[in-house]
Antibody, heavy 125, light 108 residues
Framework: QLQLQESGPGLVKPSETLSLTCTVSGASINTNNYYWAWIRQPPGKGLEWIGMRYYSGSAYYSPSLKSRLTISVDTSKNQFSLRLTSVTAADTAVYYC?????????????????WGHGTLVTVSS | DIQMTQSPSSLSASIGDRVTITCRASQSIKNYLNWYQQKPGKAPKLLIYAASSLQSGVPPRFSGSGSGTDFTLTISSLQPEDFATYYCQQSYYTEDFTFGPGTKVDFK
């Protein structure tokens, strides 16, 4: 059964870099038709897609975060990572990793499933 | 980008009630619409994909319909474990996936 688990610091100072890792178990990360995604949720608010990357390199990033964002995949460790620079209090959120399926299929119908449990990252001095 | 709206933002219902949640896209997204359920302190869970396809393991009391700009999630007979927040998500515009603001279903 596929499981995803986020890890990383729970507290980041303003202007510094937020780094998180998602460890994938139960399946290989270098499988066709799957992207590996990050989604976040500020406390008490809705869901915001951050971005995603394919194991072989192609990536999609949120236009609002693109200038500060890097998502990478490490197939040797079956992990993928998020790096967000120059953070502010507005980046405080629960960060979820998720598997994205379908973009490369004939219909292009696609969705996020499953999701990790999430990890709270607070940006504060 | 494509904006998603949901109505109502919250509703109160009783066990056994039929519940309907509406999601609207700012432009046509064909059937590229997914529904997720989120319980407090938990990650979202995929319920419906491609507007009307039930994810494996999801009870058949959940159903989805719609295409173009207007979509509906229906719970035919509300159960205690269904009290949660429900989000729609468009998967048509892949440069910026967007979610609706959510509909909270609580106990009347």
């Amino acid at each position: 059964q596929l499981q995803l688990q986020e890890s990383g610091p729970g507290l980041v100072k303003p202007s510094e870099t937020l780094s998180l890792t998602c460890t994938v178990s139960g399946a290989s990360i270098n499988t066709n038709n799957y992207y590996w995604a990050w989604i976040r949720q500020p406390p008490g608010k809705g869901l915001e897609w951050i971005g995603m990357r394919y194991y072989s390199g192609s990536a999609y990033y949120s236009p609002s975060l693109k200038s500060r964002l890097t998502i990478s995949v490490d197939t040797s460790k079956n992990q993928f990572s998020l790096r967000l620079t120059s953070v502010t209090a507005a980046d405080t959120a629960v960060y979820y990793c998720a598997r994205h399926y379908g973009l490369a299929t004939p219909t292009g119908l696609n969705w996020f499933d499953p999701w990790g449990h999430g990890t709270l990252v607070t940006v504060s001095s | 980008d494509i904006q998603m709206t949901q109505s109502p933002s919250s509703l109160s219902a009783s066990i056994g009630d039929r519940v309907t949640i509406t999601c609207r896209a700012s432009q046509s997204i064909k059937n590229y619409l997914n529904w997720y359920q989120q319980k407090p302190g938990k990650a979202p869970k995929l319920l419906i994909y491609a507007a009307s396809s039930l994810q494996s393991g999801v009870p058949p009391r959940f159903s989805g319909s719609g295409s173009g700009t207007d979509f509906t999630l229906t719970i035919s007979s509300l159960q205690p474990e269904d009290f949660a927040t429900y989000y729609c998500q468009q998967s048509y515009y892949t440069e910026d996936f967007t979610f609706g603001p959510g509909t909270k279903v609580d106990f009347k």
